[in-house]
């Protein structure tokens, strides 16, 4: 069984993703075309949605916490549209 991991450190875990993925090099001569950069790029932000995608549910979760979750998920789907659709 895996590790319990708390609600803070899910979305902090899920930002970091977020940036990872903005922060991979494009290259030049091909750029959001190469497969393999479109496949790392989806891969980190897919990571993040599945950290943070059940929170919503949880009844330990404030509205707050519902509210920041909310937003890294527009992040999400933001950072997808300006990394992969130039």
Not at 7 to 27: C, F, G, H, M, N
């Amino acid at each position: 069984m895996s590790p319990l991991i708390p609600t803070r450190v899910r979305i902090d875990l899920a930002k970091d993703l977020i940036q990872k993925a903005r922060d991979l090099p494009v290259q030049a001569e091909v750029g959001w075309q190469d497969f393999i950069y479109v496949a790392q790029v989806k891969d980190f932000l897919r990571q993040a949605r599945d950290l943070i995608k059940f929170i919503h549910y949880s009844p330990s979760a404030t509205p707050e916490i519902q509210d920041e979750v909310a937003k890294v998920l527009d992040e999400i789907d933001q950072a997808e549209k300006e990394i992969l659709h130039k």
